[in-house]
């Protein structure tokens, strides 16, 4: 009795002073082990008269669950403690500089597209996506391009062939959604117009900048490009309303009160009256500089993109009154008004994946564009 006790405090003091695992383990295998003393001394009642077992077995069974706590308890903290230490080991010092890492940079269309965002998130319009595989309808029908439009002819579509169809001597087919639309690469970013409609209804005051492809290439087109869209709808918006939009988006965005903007009238099938808008620039260095008067001497103008009061039956088709809503559209360039921005010549540059461009052209991640500090701040 009285061994079993002493026996138990000095284990439990070997188990309280063990500094490691496996001095713990040993600890238990004394003990609790298949030979260790506990066990052994378990074993014996099995060979006592019920009144000795009944006299004997309390001591024992303490000792075990005292013993088996205690070294429970105490693998617990060795365990804690040897995580603590693996993680004071392995911190990583986020303030080092990684000097002789490569470094990377934001793409020119990325930060343009952060610029565009921020400029017009001050003027109330949210963003808004589409998809880039569209189908017709939302791409031409919906935007009053029917059939048998001739715009449709010219956009150089890409269209999706339909695999089940193909083969050697078969003419591939048209793929097809369950609507029966055929399936297409987006030529524009004008469907995002009637997505947002009627998803959202009216009024509405949405840019949607993004991809678009079209079967295309030269110094100035490539297959993939990028537009943003813009659409305001709500009661009483007129064309004045679409002028001070854009000449307000320039000036921040060029970041000089002296832009001049030009609607010229034009044709689009899903804006009455439609309008390009131009912008004056001047030659300075070999490069195009925006700001000034298009007509004034040394001065010329530039295309930026289209827009226009939408469509009535653009409205109708995005499940909207006419008689009720009205609203302008338009759709610019971003690749173009980054070239002019930051003076590239060759848009094929933009999509070549070079690194010295990409190091000489890119912006740091750091230099987010905000109103209050500037939206083009150079790297
Ligand atoms: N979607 C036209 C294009 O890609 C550009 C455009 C013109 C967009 C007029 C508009 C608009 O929203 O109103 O050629």
Excluded: C
Excluded at 88 to 108: F, I, K, N, Q
Excluded at 248 to 258: N, P
Excluded at 281 to 300: M, Q
């Amino acid at each position: 009795m009285t061994d079993i006790t002493s026996r138990t405090e000095a284990a439990l003091a070997a188990i309280a002073a063990a500094t490691s695992l496996d001095a713990l383990e040993a600890e238990r295998l004394e003990t609790l082990g298949k030979k260790g003393w506990v066990s052994l001394a378990l074993k014996t009642l099995g060979g006592m008269t019920p009144e000795e077992r009944t006299q004997a077995a309390p001591a024992i069974q303490s000792a075990r669950a005292a013993i088996a706590d205690a070294l429970d308890a105490k693998k617990a903290a060795l365990e804690a403690a040897a995580l603590e230490e693996q993680l004071a080991r392995e911190t990583v010092d986020l303030t080092l500089p990684a000097a002789a890492a490569p470094r990377g940079s934001v793409h020119p269309v990325s930060q343009v597209m952060d610029e565009l965002a921020e400029i017009f998130a001050d003027l109330g319009f949210a963003v808004a996506t589409g998809p880039e595989i569209e189908d017709d309808w939302h791409n031409f029908t919906a935007l009053n391009m029917d059939e048998t439009h001739p715009a449709r002819a010219m956009h150089d579509t890409f269209y999706f062939p339909d695999k089940t169809l193909a083969s050697s001597s078969e003419a591939v087919g048209q793929q097809k959604t369950p609507e029966g639309r055929e399936v297409l690469l987006r030529t524009h970013t004008s469907p995002v117009q009637i997505r947002a409609m009627l998803d959202q209804g009216a009024p509405i005051r949405i840019i949607a900048p993004g991809r678009v492809y079209r079967s295309d290439s030269d110094a100035t087109h490539t297959p993939m490009f990028h537009q943003v869209e813009g659409l305001v709808i709500d009661k009483g918006i007129h064309l004045g309303h679409l002028k001070w939009t854009l000449e307000t988006f320039f000036k921040a965005f060029f970041e000089r009160e002296d832009i001049t903007l030009r609607l010229r009238p034009s044709y689009f099938p899903f804006t009455e009256p439609s309008v390009e808008v131009d912008v004056g620039y001047s030659n300075e260095g070999g490069r195009r500089v925006v700001g000034g008067h298009g007509d004034a001497p040394g001065h010329a103008w530039m295309e930026l993109g289209g827009s226009g009061m939408v469509n009535a039956r653009v409205l109708e088709f995005a499940g909207l009154d006419p008689k009720e809503w009205q609203g302008f559209a338009f759709g610019l360039g971003i690749d173009r008004i980054a070239m002019l921005k930051y003076g590239m010549n060759d848009l094929r540059a933009f999509f070549d994946g070079d690194p010295r461009w990409l190091a000489h052209y890119g912006f740091s991640p750091f230099d987010q564009p905000t109103l209050s500090a500037g939206v083009g701040a150079r790297a």
